[in-house]
C-alpha cells in the first residue's frame, strides 16, 4: 500500500499515512437546486459580473469624462459631465435627465459607451430579479420545510432548545404567520448546520471509521464524496450523562465525613523538602455551573515533621484511613504519646481540613456507568436505621472544599445518614434511567425530559448539599453521539498522489507547528532552572513554568525578528527556514496586488523540507491529523484543519465502532512510536464528556493507583542532554516514557500539575497564515483585509478569506436591510466590491487575548460558530443581515470549497480524518 512516503531524496524523513481513516458526515444532506433557485442564482451572477465590470470602468472612465472638457461647451460640462462623474464617484445612480442629456459623449469616450451598456444591462436584470426572486424564495422554503421535517433534525434541536424545536416544526409544517418569519434566520441556520457542517454533535453529523484500500492503477476517485455517503447501515445512538455534573456530584457527596472516611485516602502530591519545610500541591474542582470544572490550585508550605513524613510516604498510593492511622498510631506511642490512636486520628483529621489527604474517588474517571457506580456505594454506605451524623455543613468536620456554596459555616443538620444515602442513591437513580432513556426518545418527547433531568439534577445537588450557583450557566445534562458501527466505504477516496503531497504538508505542519516553539520554550525555562541535564523529582512544580512557557510560545508564534530576544532555543533555525519559504512565495508573486491569485508554495523547496529540520525538531516522533474535503468541481483536495493525531480524533468513538478498529489505532500509534518506545496514555476528564475514551496502550498515568498503574510518585521530569529534549520517565529506572494525551479539553481547562505530562507530545497547533500576504480593500466603512487561497500542489491549505472589521460590517448590514426582503441587488454590490465568490461561510474573528489562556478559551468557545451562506440563494440572502449582526466585533467569510449549493442532486457533507505520522530520526 501507498501510504509510507520519503519527502526528499534522504529517508531520514519517512512520513506513513495511517491505513484508515475517521469519517465524519452529515446524517442530512443539503437540497437540491429547484429550477426556481438556478434561475435566480443565475441572474444574480450575471449581475455581479455587470456590478464588477462596471466598478472597473470608474476610475479610467473619471479621468476621461475629466479630459473630455475640451470637446464641448463649459455649460454642457458644468450640467451634464461634472454631475455625471461626482455620481459615478460616489457610486450613485445618475439622475435619468443627466442620463438622458448626454447627446454625442459615449462616441467620443469609448468607457461611456461600454458603461451605459453595461448601464442597460443592469437595469434589465434588476427588473428580471423582480420577477425570479418571489419564486425562488418560495422553492427555497419548501426546502428548508422538507429539512425541517427529518426527524433528525428535529432530535438534534430538541436536545438544543424546545424553543428552537417548536420553530423547526412550524417552519416543517409551511406556517406562514409573522412568527414564522421572524423565527427563520434561526432555523436556517441549525439546517445548514445540520446539511453543510461536518462536526459531532447529536443527530447533525454521524461517525464512522473505515480502512483505506489503495486504489487499482488506472482507477479514478470519487468525484463526490457525499454522494452516495461513505458511511453504510443503521446509524447508532449513544447517550452519555454530563460528566461535569457527576463530578460535581462526586465532591457534593465526599463532603460528608461518613461518606469519606470509608475510602482509601491519598496525600495531595508528592512532598518537596526544603531544609525543615515541606510543600505539597493542592487543588481544588469547582462547578460554575454549565459543561466546565474549573480547578483551583495552590501550594501548601509548613513544618516538615515525623507524623507529617509517615503519612506521605504511606499515602503516595490509596491507603484506608484507619490502616494509615494504625501506622501513625504505633510511631505515635512509641515516641511517647498517651492515647497514639486518638492524636493519629486528630492529626489525620487535621491534614484531609488542609486538603493535604484526600479521599480517593468511589467512581473510576473512565467509568462507563457513574451513576450506577455512585448508586451502588451509597446503598453499601447505609448505616443502621436512626444513626445520626452532623451534615456536611458542620464547620467542625468540613472538608478541604470548607462550607457548602450558599451555607453558613457551623449550620448544623441532623438526620439518619442511612436514611439521607438511601434517599440521595434513589434520586441518582431516578436520573440514571431517565438519561438512559433518552436516546430513543422523540423530537416531541425530548424537550419534556431535558427540562425534567435538568429539575432532578438541580434537586439532586442541592440534596446533596451542594447546590447550583445564582446565576450559572443553564446545566447541560447529557451528550449524544451518533456513529456508524459497520466499517465505511473509502475505496476511491484518496490515491498515491493525495498520500505524497499530504506527507509533504506534515513537514510544512511541522515548521508551523506552535507545539515544537512550546516544547523548546519549556525546554528553555526548565534548563534555566535545574540545569541542563538535570532532573525535577517533582513534575506538579513545574506546571507553572510550562503554563508559562505556552504563553512564551503564544507570543512569538509568528517568529518575528523583532522578537529575537524572546526566541527560545532552536527557534532561530525555524525562523530561517520560514523566512526563506517567505521570500519564495513572494518571489513567485511579484507584481500581484489582488488576492484572486492562488499562491501555490514551490514544489522543490516543500518537498525536501523534511529532510531540513533542524534535529531537535524531529527528535521525537510526530503525529498529526489532517481534516480533509474533497471539491469535486476542482478536483482539489482541500485541508480544513490540521491538528494533533495519536487516536485523538478516533478514540472517542472506538468502543461503538468495528473492534478491528480499535486494534487498529492501537498498532498504529505503538508502530509510529518506534521500537523499545514506552508509551503511556493521560486520560483527564475534566468534566467534559468527550474527554472518555479507552485505553489504546497498556500503560496509563492517573492520580490514583487503583485504576492508573503510574502515578505521580512513579515520574520525573529531566533533561535529556542527548537529544537536547525534555522528557518524562519513571524514577526508579530512569525509563523515559513518551505520554500521550487523546483528550479533547484543551490544556488550559486542565490542572496546571500535569501541565508537563500534556506538553510530552503537544504537536497539531498548525497555523499556515504567516505564508499568505494580506491585500487591503477599501470599502464603505473601513478596510477589509483579504488573503489568497494558498495551495500546495493539489491540495488547498488555506481558503480566500475577507476580514470584514466593524465598520464595514454594519454598512454591509445597513445596505441589506435598506432594500426588498431578498436585497439581490444589495449582495451583487458586495460581491462586486470584494470579489466575494458565491458560497461562503461565516466565521467570528478572533477575540483579543486577555493573557488569562483558560478565560480566552471559553470566550472563543463562547462566539458565534462559523455557518454556511450562499449569496445565490434567496433565502439565505433574506437572512444574511440577520446572521451578519450577530458579529457585532467583525466577520470574516471565506470560500466555501466544496461548495454546497446549486447542485443538481442532494449531497452529504463529507469529511475524513487521516492521520500522518513521522517516526524520530536517531541521534
Given at each position: 500500500?501507498?501510504?509510507?512516503?520519503?519527502?526528499?531524496?534522504?529517508?531520514?524523513?519517512?512520513?506513513?499515512?495511517?491505513?484508515?481513516?475517521?469519517?465524519?458526515?452529515?446524517?442530512?444532506?443539503?437540497?437540491?437546486?429547484?429550477?426556481?433557485?438556478?434561475?435566480?442564482?443565475?441572474?444574480?451572477?450575471?449581475?455581479?459580473?455587470?456590478?464588477?465590470?462596471?466598478?472597473?470602468?470608474?476610475?479610467?472612465?473619471?479621468?476621461?469624462?475629466?479630459?473630455?472638457?475640451?470637446?464641448?461647451?463649459?455649460?454642457?460640462?458644468?450640467?451634464?459631465?461634472?454631475?455625471?462623474?461626482?455620481?459615478?464617484?460616489?457610486?450613485?445612480?445618475?439622475?435619468?435627465?443627466?442620463?438622458?442629456?448626454?447627446?454625442?459623449?459615449?462616441?467620443?469616450?469609448?468607457?461611456?459607451?461600454?458603461?451605459?451598456?453595461?448601464?442597460?444591462?443592469?437595469?434589465?436584470?434588476?427588473?428580471?430579479?423582480?420577477?425570479?426572486?418571489?419564486?425562488?424564495?418560495?422553492?427555497?422554503?419548501?426546502?428548508?420545510?422538507?429539512?425541517?421535517?427529518?426527524?433528525?433534525?428535529?432530535?438534534?434541536?430538541?436536545?438544543?432548545?424546545?424553543?428552537?424545536?417548536?420553530?423547526?416544526?412550524?417552519?416543517?409544517?409551511?406556517?406562514?404567520?409573522?412568527?414564522?418569519?421572524?423565527?427563520?434566520?434561526?432555523?436556517?441556520?441549525?439546517?445548514?448546520?445540520?446539511?453543510?457542517?461536518?462536526?459531532?454533535?447529536?443527530?447533525?453529523?454521524?461517525?464512522?471509521?473505515?480502512?483505506?484500500?489503495?486504489?487499482?492503477?488506472?482507477?479514478?476517485?470519487?468525484?463526490?464524496?457525499?454522494?452516495?455517503?461513505?458511511?453504510?447501515?443503521?446509524?447508532?445512538?449513544?447517550?452519555?450523562?454530563?460528566?461535569?455534573?457527576?463530578?460535581?456530584?462526586?465532591?457534593?457527596?465526599?463532603?460528608?465525613?461518613?461518606?469519606?472516611?470509608?475510602?482509601?485516602?491519598?496525600?495531595?502530591?508528592?512532598?518537596?523538602?526544603?531544609?525543615?519545610?515541606?510543600?505539597?500541591?493542592?487543588?481544588?474542582?469547582?462547578?460554575?455551573?454549565?459543561?466546565?470544572?474549573?480547578?483551583?490550585?495552590?501550594?501548601?508550605?509548613?513544618?516538615?515533621?515525623?507524623?507529617?513524613?509517615?503519612?506521605?510516604?504511606?499515602?503516595?498510593?490509596?491507603?484506608?484511613?484507619?490502616?494509615?492511622?494504625?501506622?501513625?498510631?504505633?510511631?505515635?506511642?512509641?515516641?511517647?504519646?498517651?492515647?497514639?490512636?486518638?492524636?493519629?486520628?486528630?492529626?489525620?483529621?487535621?491534614?484531609?481540613?488542609?486538603?493535604?489527604?484526600?479521599?480517593?474517588?468511589?467512581?473510576?474517571?473512565?467509568?462507563?456507568?457513574?451513576?450506577?457506580?455512585?448508586?451502588?456505594?451509597?446503598?453499601?454506605?447505609?448505616?443502621?436505621?436512626?444513626?445520626?451524623?452532623?451534615?456536611?455543613?458542620?464547620?467542625?468536620?468540613?472538608?478541604?472544599?470548607?462550607?457548602?456554596?450558599?451555607?453558613?459555616?457551623?449550620?448544623?443538620?441532623?438526620?439518619?445518614?442511612?436514611?439521607?444515602?438511601?434517599?440521595?442513591?434513589?434520586?441518582?437513580?431516578?436520573?440514571?434511567?431517565?438519561?438512559?432513556?433518552?436516546?430513543?426518545?422523540?423530537?416531541?418527547?425530548?424537550?419534556?425530559?431535558?427540562?425534567?433531568?435538568?429539575?432532578?439534577?438541580?434537586?439532586?445537588?442541592?440534596?446533596?448539599?451542594?447546590?447550583?450557583?445564582?446565576?450559572?450557566?443553564?446545566?447541560?445534562?447529557?451528550?449524544?453521539?451518533?456513529?456508524?458501527?459497520?466499517?465505511?466505504?473509502?475505496?476511491?477516496?484518496?490515491?498515491?498522489?493525495?498520500?505524497?503531497?499530504?506527507?509533504?504538508?506534515?513537514?510544512?505542519?511541522?515548521?508551523?507547528?506552535?507545539?515544537?516553539?512550546?516544547?523548546?520554550?519549556?525546554?528553555?525555562?526548565?534548563?534555566?532552572?535545574?540545569?541542563?541535564?538535570?532532573?525535577?523529582?517533582?513534575?506538579?512544580?513545574?506546571?507553572?513554568?510550562?503554563?508559562?512557557?505556552?504563553?512564551?510560545?503564544?507570543?512569538?508564534?509568528?517568529?518575528?525578528?523583532?522578537?529575537?530576544?524572546?526566541?527560545?532555543?532552536?527557534?532561530?533555525?525555524?525562523?530561517?527556514?520560514?523566512?526563506?519559504?517567505?521570500?519564495?512565495?513572494?518571489?513567485?508573486?511579484?507584481?500581484?496586488?489582488?488576492?484572486?491569485?492562488?499562491?501555490?508554495?514551490?514544489?522543490?523547496?516543500?518537498?525536501?523540507?523534511?529532510?531540513?529540520?533542524?534535529?531537535?525538531?524531529?527528535?521525537?516522533?510526530?503525529?498529526?491529523?489532517?481534516?480533509?474535503?474533497?471539491?469535486?468541481?476542482?478536483?482539489?483536495?482541500?485541508?480544513?484543519?490540521?491538528?494533533?493525531?495519536?487516536?485523538?480524533?478516533?478514540?472517542?468513538?472506538?468502543?461503538?465502532?468495528?473492534?478491528?478498529?480499535?486494534?487498529?489505532?492501537?498498532?498504529?500509534?505503538?508502530?509510529?512510536?518506534?521500537?523499545?518506545?514506552?508509551?503511556?496514555?493521560?486520560?483527564?476528564?475534566?468534566?467534559?464528556?468527550?474527554?472518555?475514551?479507552?485505553?489504546?496502550?497498556?500503560?496509563?498515568?492517573?492520580?490514583?493507583?487503583?485504576?492508573?498503574?503510574?502515578?505521580?510518585?512513579?515520574?520525573?521530569?529531566?533533561?535529556?542532554?542527548?537529544?537536547?529534549?525534555?522528557?518524562?520517565?519513571?524514577?526508579?529506572?530512569?525509563?523515559?516514557?513518551?505520554?500521550?494525551?487523546?483528550?479533547?479539553?484543551?490544556?488550559?481547562?486542565?490542572?496546571?500539575?500535569?501541565?508537563?505530562?500534556?506538553?510530552?507530545?503537544?504537536?497539531?497547533?498548525?497555523?499556515?497564515?504567516?505564508?499568505?500576504?494580506?491585500?487591503?480593500?477599501?470599502?464603505?466603512?473601513?478596510?477589509?483585509?483579504?488573503?489568497?487561497?494558498?495551495?500546495?500542489?493539489?491540495?488547498?491549505?488555506?481558503?480566500?478569506?475577507?476580514?470584514?472589521?466593524?465598520?464595514?460590517?454594519?454598512?454591509?448590514?445597513?445596505?441589506?436591510?435598506?432594500?426588498p426582503e431578498v436585497p439581490a441587488a444589495a449582495v451583487a454590490r458586495w460581491r462586486a466590491l470584494l470579489d466575494l465568490p458565491e458560497q461562503v461561510f461565516l466565521h467570528p474573528v478572533a477575540a483579543a487575548p486577555t493573557g488569562r489562556p483558560a478565560e480566552d478559551f471559553l470566550t472563543r468557545l463562547a462566539r458565534p460558530k462559523p455557518q454556511f451562506v450562499d449569496l445565490g440563494n434567496a433565502l439565505h440572502l433574506r437572512c444574511l443581515a440577520k446572521w451578519l449582526a450577530r458579529h457585532p466585533d467583525g466577520a470574516a467569510l471565506e470560500e466555501a470549497l466544496p461548495a454546497p449549493g446549486g447542485a443538481a442532486a442532494p449531497a452529504r457533507a463529507v469529511e475524513l480524518v487521516l492521520e500522518t505520522y513521522r517516526a524520530a530520526r536517531p541521534s
Amino acid at each position: 500500500m501507498r501510504h509510507s512516503v520519503s519527502t526528499g531524496h534522504d529517508p531520514g524523513y519517512r512520513v506513513r499515512s495511517a491505513p484508515y481513516a475517521l469519517v465524519r458526515a452529515t446524517v442530512l444532506t443539503y437540497p437540491a437546486q429547484s429550477p426556481a433557485g438556478a434561475d435566480l442564482r443565475a441572474v444574480l451572477a450575471r449581475l455581479a459580473d455587470v456590478e464588477r465590470e462596471s466598478a472597473a470602468l470608474v476610475p479610467a472612465l473619471g479621468d476621461d469624462l475629466y479630459a473630455s472638457r475640451s470637446g464641448h461647451p463649459p455649460a454642457f460640462h458644468r450640467d451634464v459631465v461634472l454631475p455625471l462623474r461626482r455620481a459615478l464617484h460616489n457610486g450613485r445612480e445618475p439622475r435619468p435627465a443627466v442620463l438622458a442629456a448626454l447627446g454625442d459623449l459615449p462616441r467620443r469616450l469609448p468607457r461611456l459607451a461600454r458603461w451605459l451598456t453595461l448601464h442597460d444591462r443592469r437595469r434589465a436584470l434588476l427588473e428580471t430579479l423582480d420577477r425570479t426572486a418571489g419564486p425562488a424564495l418560495d422553492a427555497e422554503r419548501a426546502a428548508l420545510a422538507a429539512l425541517c421535517r427529518e426527524p433528525a433534525l428535529a432530535r438534534a434541536t430538541a436536545l438544543t432548545s424546545a424553543d428552537l424545536l417548536r420553530a423547526v416544526q412550524r417552519a416543517g409544517d409551511g406556517t406562514a404567520d409573522r412568527r414564522t418569519r421572524k423565527e427563520e434566520p434561526n432555523v436556517l441556520r441549525y439546517a445548514l448546520r445540520a446539511s453543510t457542517k461536518t462536526s459531532p454533535l447529536s443527530w447533525f453529523t454521524a461517525v464512522g471509521w473505515g480502512p483505506l484500500p489503495e486504489p487499482p492503477d488506472g482507477r479514478p476517485l470519487r468525484r463526490d464524496w457525499g454522494d452516495p455517503g461513505p458511511l453504510d447501515g443503521p446509524l447508532h445512538t449513544r447517550v452519555t450523562v454530563n460528566r461535569t455534573l457527576t463530578s460535581a456530584l462526586t465532591a457534593a457527596l465526599l463532603d460528608a465525613p461518613h461518606r469519606r472516611v470509608g475510602l482509601p485516602h491519598r496525600v495531595t502530591s508528592t512532598a518537596r523538602v526544603t531544609g525543615d519545610r515541606v510543600t505539597y500541591s493542592r487543588s481544588r474542582t469547582v462547578f460554575a455551573g454549565g459543561r466546565y470544572l474549573v480547578t483551583e490550585e495552590d501550594e501548601a508550605e509548613l513544618a516538615n515533621t515525623g507524623p507529617l513524613g509517615l503519612v506521605t510516604a504511606r499515602a503516595l498510593h490509596p491507603v484506608t484511613r484507619e490502616e494509615l492511622a494504625g501506622h501513625l498510631a504505633a510511631a505515635l506511642s512509641g515516641a511517647g504519646a498517651g492515647d497514639g490512636r486518638a492524636a493519629a486520628e486528630a492529626f489525620l483529621e487535621r491534614l484531609c481540613r488542609a486538603g493535604l489527604l484526600v479521599p480517593t474517588e468511589p467512581v473510576p474517571p473512565q467509568d462507563d456507568d457513574p451513576l450506577g457506580r455512585l448508586t451502588d456505594w451509597l446503598r453499601g454506605l447505609a448505616a443502621p436505621a436512626g444513626a445520626e451524623h452532623r451534615g456536611p455543613a458542620g464547620a467542625e468536620e468540613q472538608g478541604p472544599a470548607g462550607a457548602a456554596d450558599g451555607e453558613q459555616p457551623g449550620a448544623e443538620v441532623r438526620e439518619p445518614a442511612g436514611a439521607e444515602d438511601r434517599d440521595l442513591a434513589d434520586r441518582i437513580d431516578a436520573v440514571a434511567r431517565l438519561t438512559a432513556g433518552f436516546g430513543p426518545a422523540t423530537a416531541a418527547e425530548r424537550p419534556a425530559r431535558v427540562s425534567t433531568l435538568v429539575r432532578h439534577w438541580t434537586e439532586l445537588l442541592a440534596a446533596a448539599g451542594r447546590p447550583v450557583p445564582p446565576g450559572a450557566a443553564p446545566l447541560n445534562v447529557l451528550s449524544e453521539d451518533v456513529v456508524a458501527p459497520r466499517p465505511a466505504r473509502l475505496d476511491g477516496f484518496l490515491d498515491g498522489a493525495d498520500h505524497e503531497a499530504l506527507a509533504e504538508v506534515t513537514a510544512l505542519a511541522e515548521l508551523f507547528d506552535l507545539g515544537h516553539l512550546v516544547r523548546r520554550a519549556a525546554r528553555d525555562r526548565f534548563v534555566r532552572r535545574y540545569g541542563s541535564g538535570g532532573s525535577c523529582a517533582h513534575p506538579w512544580e513545574f506546571g507553572p513554568e510550562t503554563a508559562a512557557a505556552w504563553q512564551d510560545a503564544a507570543r512569538i508564534a509568528a517568529l518575528d525578528p523583532a522578537d529575537r530576544a524572546a526566541f527560545p532555543t532552536g527557534a532561530e533555525e525555524f525562523a530561517a527556514l520560514r523566512g526563506e519559504l517567505a521570500d519564495r512565495v513572494r518571489a513567485a508573486g511579484a507584481g500581484r496586488d489582488t488576492a484572486d491569485t492562488d499562491v501555490v508554495l514551490p514544489g522543490d523547496l516543500v518537498k525536501g523540507l523534511g529532510e531540513r529540520l533542524p534535529r531537535w525538531a524531529v527528535a521525537r516522533p510526530a503525529g498529526y491529523a489532517c481534516f480533509l474535503q474533497r471539491d469535486p468541481a476542482a478536483g482539489l483536495l482541500c485541508v480544513n484543519r490540521v491538528y494533533g493525531g495519536w487516536g485523538r480524533f478516533t478514540s472517542r468513538f472506538l468502543d461503538l465502532l468495528d473492534p478491528r478498529a480499535a486494534e487498529a489505532v492501537s498498532r498504529q500509534i505503538h508502530d509510529a512510536l518506534g521500537p523499545g518506545a514506552r508509551p503511556a496514555q493521560l486520560r483527564p476528564v475534566g468534566g467534559f464528556n468527550a474527554n472518555l475514551h479507552p485505553l489504546l496502550v497498556p500503560d496509563e498515568i492517573g492520580p490514583d493507583r487503583r485504576w492508573a498503574p503510574i502515578g505521580e510518585p512513579d515520574l520525573e521530569l529531566a533533561h535529556d542532554e542527548a537529544a537536547d529534549q525534555l522528557r518524562l520517565r519513571l524514577r526508579g529506572t530512569g525509563e523515559p516514557l513518551d505520554v500521550l494525551y487523546p483528550g479533547f479539553l484543551a490544556p488550559v481547562m486542565l490542572p496546571r500539575r500535569i501541565a508537563a505530562h500534556l506538553s510530552d507530545l503537544p504537536h497539531g497547533m498548525v497555523d499556515f497564515q504567516p505564508l499568505v500576504p494580506r491585500h487591503p480593500l477599501t470599502a464603505p466603512g473601513g478596510r477589509v483585509i483579504v488573503t489568497p487561497r494558498l495551495r500546495h500542489r493539489h491540495v488547498v491549505l488555506l481558503r480566500r478569506r475577507w476580514l470584514l472589521p466593524p465598520g464595514v460590517l454594519a454598512a454591509f448590514v445597513a445596505d441589506l436591510t435598506a432594500g426588498p426582503e431578498v436585497p439581490a441587488a444589495a449582495v451583487a454590490r458586495w460581491r462586486a466590491l470584494l470579489d466575494l465568490p458565491e458560497q461562503v461561510f461565516l466565521h467570528p474573528v478572533a477575540a483579543a487575548p486577555t493573557g488569562r489562556p483558560a478565560e480566552d478559551f471559553l470566550t472563543r468557545l463562547a462566539r458565534p460558530k462559523p455557518q454556511f451562506v450562499d449569496l445565490g440563494n434567496a433565502l439565505h440572502l433574506r437572512c444574511l443581515a440577520k446572521w451578519l449582526a450577530r458579529h457585532p466585533d467583525g466577520a470574516a467569510l471565506e470560500e466555501a470549497l466544496p461548495a454546497p449549493g446549486g447542485a443538481a442532486a442532494p449531497a452529504r457533507a463529507v469529511e475524513l480524518v487521516l492521520e500522518t505520522y513521522r517516526a524520530a530520526r536517531p541521534s
